[in-house]
């Protein structure tokens, strides 16, 4: 009888570790805001974000990506999570554009994966509160080169 409890109660707890750690994979992989902690707090519309920046006197960062783009994940997962870029996008109102929901907007500002004739993603675009393009950068950037380009960006006298 002692056997059958303690074996009971090994599977109930194996169950609960599976389930912490099925959970903990999945959120891995999830495009959620979060995920790392501390996270970059995006506007998904452009035109919220542009009335944002004017308001609080800020340039805009536009992240363009694709849920199935792997350089973009890729930069969700180092770049995007790192502290040091967290920090630095508090000098931006970042907006991030998902190419394939929102292809005027991307278009309009050459945002597109090279599928759509745009320029390739990943691909970040750094404009004044006024639009006035300060910087853009395609492909993938690590935390050290994504930080060089927004201090790049700052630097454009405005």
């Not at 570790?17 to 099925?22: D, E, Q, Y």
């Not at 404009?127 to 006035?132: E, P, R, S």
Request: charge should be positive.
């Amino acid at each position: 009888m002692r056997v059958k409890r303690t074996f009971g109660l090994s599977i109930l707890v194996a169950i609960a570790l599976l389930s912490v750690l099925a959970a903990s994979g999945s959120a891995r992989k999830s495009w959620l805001p979060g995920r790392h902690g501390a996270a970059i707090k995006w506007t998904y519309n452009l035109d919220e974000g542009l009335a944002k920046a004017k308001k609080q006197n800020k340039p805009v960062m536009i992240d363009f990506m694709a849920v199935w783009c792997p350089p973009c994940k890729a930069m969700e997962d180092s770049t995007f999570s790192s502290p040091g870029v967290i920090k630095k996008t508090g000098a931006f109102v970042p907006v991030r554009i998902d190419i394939d929901k929102q292809r005027d907007v991307a278009a309009k500002y050459n945002g597109l994966a090279r599928k759509y004739g745009g320029v390739g993603i990943p691909n970040v675009l750094f404009l004044a509160a006024d639009g006035k393009k300060l910087k853009h950068i395609v492909g993938y950037y690590g935390p050290e080169q994504l930080v060089a380009a927004m201090d790049s960006a700052l630097a454009v006298p405005r």
